[in-house]
């Protein structure tokens, strides 16, 4: 291609004053293949861009080189305009002779000259672009949401009422996560089952909403817009479709005595159960391993005192295929376990602690289960041990977080506030009782958050003492706590009845082979990272993947709920478009010379490059080479240059482009 | 404020390998704040550096090249996330293999300029220019280049390979 045009800009006196931009246009009117140039004084100006499209008619031009300001100003301007006068937007370049030149030189002769070699190389880049056509792809309007917490709930809920379908897929048997969990929740000490339940109530009756759940994600394939979901439902041993959710199977079932874990195994519930009575969808499901049918061939109870018959034995896992142009994950987070460290985990733990020996030492989601008024004990809060009432409880803070020589440096940023929570709850219902707190900082940043937290301590009387605690230990019914008060500098000891330990937030078990399934990144605990720390909050760099809630950093219910609304409005976002149209800047593999190394693949940040198989016509494999989803790439180029048969190359950017630019010099 | 400018015998050549998203910008900030930096640098605008192929920084040389400079965003801050982690893996092999050419590696400059960073991109291409001005011009590669030339090996542009089949 060898008809180009050079138009050098003024900018007013911006350029001219220091370049000698008419020396310049007659210089670059010497260059082999360029078969036009002039000066103007404005040329993105309406009469500037004019000029261009009447050169480009007159002149029969094929390629444009604009000699103006950065292409980060006005490249677009100058792309449309070649557009609007029939030349590919990608064959027009911008010369960078202001900010790169006139602006940061001073003598002319020198500035000119620089000028003139920018030009020329731009000129040889010219010549070697290549007409590039803007890449347009499809988009289903189906949202996938993984995990259904609040942070799930919200999102499905919001895309759901914009009138877009949703599939939402939940491991447990019922939605609800963390927040169906809770007792009351800071700041405002509302119940958490009040005002989760309808939400969960309206899941379930959405008429867009798909809910899958006892069900996870098997694969997904594909990219944004375009992605397709296998969900294997796991075999309930209940037809959803029949039964009425009487629960007389659960009343009849004749094992009661399988730790209730939604209660964190404070108390009982039968083989065949709902894992709390408010549940969404209200349909039970048999434990198989725990169940006499399935262990030994006798019992079906539940199947004889089913009246719609319902209870069915043979049922099995069942894939579901679902098409998505968007996912959103909101699989949360869980509580580290702070028993003796764990066979080849990395993460320390606390036998110090005797947690998990020393039945009166628990955590801040058991303390929730006792003071919860629909918990195992109806809210009367009492020792595991005994049953008593504890008159003197101590919290540790920070247990696990901020605690980098156990292997976790962040801060699980909700326990200052829940453990201030927690004392006000103890107190409301044991009135002599005395609430101790070790804590290392107060972090109480957020609405009504501090006065929440001075409430505490100025109205419910719980004391505060700033240190660390180094053992717990049994001494008769009492659990000893040795720790430091750091701000008068002793030791303490206080015989407590009960010790409630703020655990750090963990992301959850398997998150990391999810985020392989969906190409994601995590950082190094596997919470999910964020495109952009600042900007870009709530995407994964993965395009069409959205993340809300804890399962990308430890976080409250407000802050859930805020992102999970973002996401939702993100997924909105891509729906209010038929087809995606993005910058054709994507890497190409040529399939002849690629030896299917598949080193491209290590270092695609975006996971793009993908194995295709080429077979003959009699179907024999005749090799393994490199793919690169076009819908996916995000267009860096560390494929090319890791490349070593150099088989790969991105569009916009070849070597041949390059390469003609470094050798004008 | 005009000073006089020295006149000096050698004007070294120097190229700079940039990405878009931070060095780039940060070239354009130094533009807009009317920094003055010597004029000796040409810019080659990437996507990101890790599309930066070591062979660009050979071809350099041996085109014209005194000094190379490289830079991109902090490490962290790659817009493709993960670019510059692999181009500074790849260029911590290159140094090793230039070293082992016989290039002195003061003609080689690596680092991180971000957008904001007008200053830090003045500081760089100036003290670079000034490094390379002593050095004086590196020749061993340009040999090389007009061996290559002589044997008659590349067409490197179109035109050349046009005219060459019409023959
Ligand atoms: C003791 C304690 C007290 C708290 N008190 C308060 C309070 O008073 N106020 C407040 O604002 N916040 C409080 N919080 C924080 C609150 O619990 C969280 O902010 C909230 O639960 C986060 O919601 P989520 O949806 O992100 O995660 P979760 O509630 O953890 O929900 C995630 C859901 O995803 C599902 N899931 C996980 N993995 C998968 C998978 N692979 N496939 C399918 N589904 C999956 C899970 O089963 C779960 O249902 C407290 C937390 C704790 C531990
Ligand atoms: S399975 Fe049958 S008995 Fe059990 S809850 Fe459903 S309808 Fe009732
Ligand atoms: S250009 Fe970047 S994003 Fe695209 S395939 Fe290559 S490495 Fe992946
Ligand atoms: S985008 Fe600047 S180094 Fe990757």
Known sequence: MSRIGVFVCHCGENISRTVDVEKVAAEAGRLFGVAYTCDYKYMCSDPGQNLLKKAVAEHKLEGIVVAACSPRMHEKTFRNAAKAAGVNPFLCEMANIREHCSWVHEDRDEATAKAIDIVTMMVERVKRNKKLQPITVPVTKKALIIGGGIAGIQSALDIADSGHQVVLVEREPSIGGHMAQLSETFPTLDCSQCIMTPKMVDVVNHPNITLHTYAEIEAVEGYIGNFQVKVRKKARSVDMAKCTGCGVCMAKCPQKKIPNSFDKNLGFRPAIYVPFPQAVPNTPVIDRENCTWFKTGKCGVCQKVCGPGAVDYTQEDEIVVEQVGAVVVATGFQLYDIGPKPAGSAIEGYGEFGYGTIPDVIDGLTFERLASASGPTGGKIVRPSDGAEPKSVVFVQCVGSRAREKGISYCSKICCMYTAKHTMLYKHKVHDGQAYVFFMDARTPGKGYDEFWRRSIEEEEAVYIRGMVSRLYQKGDKVVVMGSDVHIGVQVEIEADLVVLATAVQPREGADTLAQKLGISYDKYHFYSEAHAKLRPVECATAGIYLAGACQGPKDIPDTVSQASAAAAKVMTLFARNELEREPIVAKVNERFCVGCLACRKVCPYGAVEEKEIRDRSGNLIKVVAYVNPGVCGGCGTCQATCPSKSVELDGYTDEQIMAMIEAL | ?167
């Not at chain 2, 181009?87 to 090793?96: G, I, L, N, P, Y």
């Open chain 2, 1 to 167: 404020m005009h000073t006089d400018k020295v006149k000096h015998d050698f004007e070294p050549k120097i190229v700079a390998l940039v990405c878009t998203w931070c060095t780039y910008a940060g070239a354009d900030l130094a533009g807009t704040s009317r920094m003055q930096y010597p004029p000796n640098v040409r810019v080659v605008k990437f996507p990101c550096t890790g599309r930066i192929d070591p062979v660009f920084i050979l071809r350099a040389f041996q085109k014209g090249a005194d000094g190379v400079l490289v830079s991109g965003c902090h490490p962290g801050d790659c817009h493709y996330m993960a670019g510059n982690f692999h181009a500074r893996r790849r260029f911590a092999a290159f140094r090793k293999l230039l070293e082992f050419v016989g290039v002195d590696l003061s003609r080689l400059q690596f680092s991180w300029v971000s957008a904001a960073e007008g200053g830090k991109w003045v500081e760089m291409v100036t003290e670079l220019t000034e490094r390379v001005r002593q050095l004086g011009p590196l020749t061993e590669f340009r040999e090389l280049e007009l061996a290559e030339q002589w044997s008659g090996a590349t067409l490197t542009t179109p035109e050349l390979k046009e005219a060459y089949q019409a023959i």
